[in-house]
């Protein structure tokens, strides 16, 4: 599969990350099914969270992946923290003990990214970079990212944490495109032109920090997928129409069309269907026209200015 360094580090990633949000569903022989189709496609770098299942994900994993250090070599692993019951926690402390757990169980000495999850209102930035150097320091996580956080939110840590941010994981899809958007309604006066996030794009793409985009089929809020959805009937029919002319599922298109922006996305899958990820696969040898792109866009509701 194709790959783009990740942020600033010399890392090379798939343009695919394969999420393990969902791998709980699965019995001990599927996920082994899954996670051997992935790397057979050539997607070993995996997503995971200590908040997913409780942290029964990364074990899952870990055992249907057999790990050992002859498999850890071949794959990369990212996780993320900060989450816990009633709050999110950025403090050393919790961060510290949270890779501990991790490490632990996905059975490895060491994560490839460690990511911040949900912002904390309470961040002592000071606390966050001690942590990153003891964990940098020791080995136990080799690069650091962020997630959900805006310019201003990564730039606060970056004055203290001497690593760079590599990656920052955003929700993202055709539907749920306003970071998009808001670009193109610069002094307009509609509801597209509200900046929510501090063009976060630009930022991320000003600084080289590789954006995730999570939930890469959903609309709203998980609120649902919009391909083969009733609701969205312009926005399907425009991309069945561009699928049939590349010969690919509908999948396939709505994951190129994150690919194709130039600031070099990493998509992060969450399906647990391995046909579907063979799908989302696909995309990365796919590179759909200016003017494909743009339909697509419009044909979810946008408008230009």
Not at 160 to 189: C, D, E, R, W, Y
Not at 250 to 277: C, F
Request: glycine share 6%; hydrophobic share 40%.
């Amino acid at each position: 599969m194709r790959t783009i360094p990740l942020g600033q580090t010399n890392l090379q990633v798939p343009v695919i990350a394969v999420g393990c949000m969902r791998i709980k569903a699965l019995d001990k022989q599927e996920a082994e099914r899954f996670i051997q189709t992935s790397l057979d496609l050539g997607a070993n770098f995996f997503d995971h969270a200590d908040m997913y299942g409780d942290g029964v994900c990364e074990e899952i994993f870990a055992d249907a992946i057999h790990m050992n250090e002859s498999v850890r070599e071949k794959v990369l692993l990212q996780s993320k923290c900060g989450i816990r019951k009633g709050a999110f926690d950025f403090s050393k402390s919790h961060i510290l003990e949270s890779v501990d757990g991790i490490l632990k169980r996905l059975k490895t000495d060491y994560l490839d990214v460690l990511l911040l999850h949900r912002p904390d209102a309470l961040v002592e930035p000071e606390e966050v970079a001690e942590a990153f150097e003891q964990l940098h320091s020791s080995g136990k996580v080799r690069h650091f990212g962020v997630s959900n956080q805006n310019p201003m939110q990564i730039q606060l840590l970056q004055k203290f944490v001497k690593q760079p941010i590599a990656a920052n994981q955003l929700q993202l899809s055709i539907t749920n495109s306003n970071m998009i958007s808001q670009g193109l309604h610069v002094n307009m006066l509609d509801d597209s032109a509200v900046n929510r996030d501090g063009s976060i794009l630009d930022f991320c793409r000003l600084n080289d920090i590789t954006i995730q985009p999570w939930s890469p089929f959903q609309y709203g809020f998980f609120e649902g997928v919009f391909l083969d959805n009733e609701k969205f009937p312009k926005l399907n029919a425009k991309i069945d129409e561009i699928a049939a002319k590349y010969e690919v599922s509908n999948t396939t298109i709505a994951i190129a069309w994150l690919l194709r922006h130039p600031s070099h996305m990493q998509p992060v899958t969450g399906t647990m269907n391995i046909e579907r990820l063979k799908d989302c696969a696909k995309a990365a040898d796919i590179r759909l026209t200016r003017e494909e792109w743009y339909e697509i866009y419009m044909a979810a509701g946008n408008i230009l200015p």
